[in-house]
């Protein structure tokens, strides 16, 4: 199997809900992360790299950000004669209520396309994969589905994961909704959403299930068991769901580390966005900044240590900032002090103003906001 015969799925706000703070004015797809990247840039940049050259964007609402991120998809080399990057808004203008009825409202577009194969995606994952070896892992296994999975503690957002138990061989025995246990001590096969289907079984499948009102995925995947040959490909490389606000700030925070910006950001599997022309970011004579990222375009007059900065923020003398997340464009003033802080979108934060929050709880400031 070929991956250009795959077309790429992705779900563009299922966990909206799950980060109303972040996902208010934007689908979850296009929340901004890591200091220049949005989280749909991993999955299509993941989908690209392996090939994929048809990708549709499943979006709910607030997707102008997506929409003017994204774009034709030219930075993901999608924008070619023989590639395609679509947004896909609701049918009939309704959000929907479920997996199996937006995959069904979408049929006039998946059967139209001319790929074999439908890898599905949630949007949310952090990760830099290769999907040619789920591929090639699939076909060896003459499975009907394979679902990819990471062994991993269960992130906070997830009320009902589905959680797998597998043999040697990779084949799905069981399929789990929301087990007895989850904390941060243990470890479960969660299936994060990435599906690897044939089209015409996948649509089969929802069809039947909507002729008997199945509409829950979790119960469809658990009948399925016995009618189909289910694999499950385990993702052994760096894997972050953001499906909650902590989430989403233990990964920029985990940026810090060496290992995780290496296996993230390969240079044999690349990870593209939207560029934005900036000037170099100037750092003052005032400035210190020890163990942080900070994009271009920024002001540095302060103090920074283990922060995310986005482009054109500027920080003004005399400030102090400690495990912050500040998006594009925001103003810190002088003298002022932050710590465990998450800055949207163009904010202004006042001189000598003072925020702290904690690493299990950060304070979050709303787009365009005025402290």
């Known amino acids: 199997m070929r991956s250009n015969n795959v077309l790429g799925f992705i779900f563009a706000a299922t966990l909206d809900d799950k980060i109303p703070e972040l996902a208010s004015s934007r689908t979850t797809a296009s929340v901004p992360i890591g200091g220049k990247y949005r989280l749909i840039d991993f999955d299509l940049s993941n989908m690209s790299n392996s090939g994929i050259n048809n990708v549709g964007i499943v979006a709910k609402s607030n997707f102008q950000s997506l929409m003017d991120h994204v774009g034709s998809g ?57 999907y040619t070896d789920v591929f090639d892992f699939h076909t060896k296994k003459k499975a009907d589905i394979t679902l ?15 959680t797998l138990d597998v043999d040697e061989d990779g084949k799905v025995i069981q399929v789990f909704v929301k087990p007895g246990v989850v904390d941060k001590e243990s470890k479960f096969n969660h299936a994060y959403g990435s599906v690897l289907i044939k089209k015409d079984l996948l649509m089969s499948e929802i069809r ?53 910006r290496d296996e993230l950001f390969n240079p044999q599997r690349p990870i593209y966005t939207k560029v934005r022309d900036d000037a170099p970011s100037r750092y003052g004579l005032t400035s210190n900044v020890k163990n942080s990222i900070i994009a271009q375009g920024c002001v540095i007059n302060g ?29 810190i003033g002088c003298n002022t002090n932050l710590n465990y802080v998450i800055i949207d979108k163009d904010v202004t934060i006042k001189d000598g103003r003072s925020l702290m929050g904690y690493d299990s709880y950060p304070i979050y400031i709303a787009k365009k906001s005025v402290v």
């Open 208 to 260: 039947n299930a909507l002729s008997v009102n199945q509409l829950d995925i979790r119960r469809l995947l658990q009948s399925s068991l016995g009618k189909y040959s289910i694999y499950a490909y385990e993702n052994k490389g760096y894997c972050a769901a953001i499906s909650s606000i902590n989430d989403y700030f233990e990964f920029n925070m985990d940026l810090m580390k060496k290992e995780v």
């Open 74 to 130: 030219s930075a993901y080399d999608l924008s070619k004669r023989r590639s395609n990057l679509s947004i896909l808004p609701p049918y009939d203008g309704k959000a929907f209520s479920s997996f199996v009825e937006t995959i069904y409202n979408m049929h006039g577009y998946i059967e139209h396309c001319r790929e074999e194969y439908i890898l599905i995606s949630q949007g949310n994952v952090v990760t830099n994969i290769d």
């Open 303 to 331: 103090e920074v240590e283990n922060c995310v900065i986005s482009k054109g923020v500027y920080v003004g003398e005399g400030a102090k900032l400690s495990n912050c997340i500040v998006m594009q464009d925001t103003k």
């Open 148 to 162: 990819i999975y990471k062994n991993h503690a269960i992130p906070q957002g997830y009320d009902r994961p589905i």
